[in-house]
């Protein structure tokens, strides 16, 4: 064993990260679609479908909507997502994208607590389930009452 003092080489990390770069180094997709994030889940298992997800935004690759779900950081990126959602669930993906909404929605609902905030969203989220076709319109309105409110209009 060398001394505490000589510096012992450093070993490449391990971890689900590494290797989610180095899949991402081999294969490069474009965008990561459902085949590429079917690819990866079976690559890095066992891995939580959160975790990838949380690792795939950090690494910056764009993703489908139907991989990055319901993006909750801003009511923009609510609504951008909870949209792109409706085209994917009139095109076909009905089960995939309720599955998504659902998910954020039990999300918000957890974070309740210390995030107020998420309530709307909550709302947001119920009514695109209830019923998708409508949420553009309804989300338009919502926006233009908010803002009266908040303007005292």
Same mark, same amino acid.
């Given at each position: ?18 290797? =989610?770069? %180095?899949? !991402? ?7 990561? #679609?459902? &085949?590429?994030?079917? @690819?990866? +889940? ?35 990126? =609510?609504? %951008?997502? !909870? ?7 009139? #095109?076909? &993906?009905?089960?995939? @994208?309720? +599955? ?54």
């Amino acid at each position: 064993m060398p001394p505490k003092s000589e510096k012992q080489p450093e070993q490449p990390r391990k971890g689900k990260r590494t290797e =989610l770069q %180095r899949f !991402l180094e081999q294969q490069r997709p474009a965008v990561v #679609g459902t &085949e590429e994030w079917n @690819a990866m +889940r079976a690559a890095l298992a066992p891995v939580s479908d959160a975790y990838l997800r949380r690792l795939l935004k950090e690494s910056g690759v764009p993703l489908h909507v139907l991989v990055e779900g319901v993006r909750q950081e801003d009511e923009a990126s =609510l609504e %951008r997502t !909870l949209t792109a959602l409706l085209h994917e669930y009139e #095109g076909g &993906e009905q089960r995939q @994208a309720r +599955r998504l909404v659902i998910e954020a929605k039990e999300h918000a609902r957890f974070a309740l607590k210390k995030h107020p905030e998420k309530q709307e969203m909550i709302l947001w989220m119920v009514t695109w389930l209830e019923n998708p076709s409508l949420f553009p319109r309804w989300v338009e309105l919502r926006k233009e009452a908010l803002l009266a409110e908040n303007t005292g209009s």
